[in-house]
């Protein structure tokens, strides 16, 4: 048996492979293709406080035969995932794929997001000198394309998924674990100070609105929120979000690094927006 460590937003998980000491072990390339695949996703996040408490555990086993279950009314075949056999720790099992395994931690980690004043929210984000911006808006509405321009400036947190916590007084952007699309996303699991979040919208000139409205911003924030168990503690954070005032624009772009790169730089930066922001509702 043997173990791995990783941070992710702020949590120890604990990922345990026991090797089965039967006589019809699975082949052993099935658990070290696994393993290793899981370390080429996890690798930035592994933790060396291993003598902490873990906040999840997760225990891989041999499964020579998955469990199937079949629904009759239209003929789907359904194979064993994972099963979660307490609110701290999951079992999954060495054939499962990739993909399925980042479905279980998804799961895994939007559950303890939201126990944890916490949510996971589809954006694209950067960081600028320590600060982190977030971009949301609708399919097309430029997500990718105002974090690939930015990218060539600044640090590129994600143009997926980016997860949002609280901690003490203070809102945190975390990376994700996932695969980007972007493969120049260097990940790391510290925190960045989250400063602004802007609610894009393509334009011939680029401009920006103040929002005040937090009935708006609460419904619009809820489209692209990634939710877990519990959305009471959900709602709650979101509300505590949203009453920093400085912190939600609407971002109006035209497609051009130059002015983009220039505009963060000399603008939003400085923030020598304030004295000319006009508001909207």
Do not use: C
């Not at 048996?1 to 052993?28: A, Q, R």
């Not at 390339?29 to 999840?56: A, C, H, M, Q, V």
């Not at 930015?150 to 990376?175: H, P, Y």
């Not at 959305?231 to 971002?251: G, H």
């Amino acid at each position: 048996m043997d173990s791995l460590f990783v941070s992710i937003t702020g949590f120890l998980i604990k990922i345990i492979f026991i090797k089965d000491t039967s006589k019809k072990p699975i082949p052993e390339y099935l658990r070290y293709k696994f393993k290793s695949e899981i370390l080429y996703i996890l690798g930035s996040f592994i933790s060396e406080d291993t003598n902490k408490t873990p906040d999840f555990t997760i225990y891989f086993y041999d499964v020579l035969q998955p469990e199937q279950v079949i629904r009759k009314t239209d003929k789907h075949f359904f194979v064993y995932h994972y099963k979660e056999t307490s609110s701290t720790s999951a079992t999954g099992y060495y054939q499962m794929s990739i993909s399925q395994f980042e479905i279980m931690l998804s799961n895994i980690l939007y559950k303890l997001l939201t126990k944890n004043n916490g949510f996971g929210i589809h954006a694209s984000a950067v960081e600028i000198q320590g600060k982190a911006y977030i971009f949301l808006g609708k399919s097309g509405a430029g997500k990718s394309t105002i974090s690939q321009f930015l990218g060539k400036k600044f640090r590129i947190l994600s143009d997926d998924l980016i997860f949002i916590r609280k901690i003490n007084k203070s809102f945190f952007a975390f990376q994700t674990p996932f695969m980007e699309r972007n493969v120049l996303v260097v990940k790391s699991p510290f925190p960045t100070l989250l400063s602004k979040i802007f609610f894009l919208r393509k334009n011939n000139h680029t401009s920006l609105l103040k929002i005040k409205d937090n009935k708006s911003l609460h419904n619009k924030i809820l489209k692209s929120v990634r939710i877990g168990d519990n959305e009471v503690s959900l709602s709650k954070t979101i509300n505590q979000l949203l009453s920093n005032d400085e912190m939600f624009y609407m971002l109006s772009f035209e497609k051009n690094e130059k002015k983009i790169i220039d505009f963060f730089q000399n603008t939003i930066i400085t923030e020598d927006y304030k004295t000319f922001l006009p508001t909207v509702d």
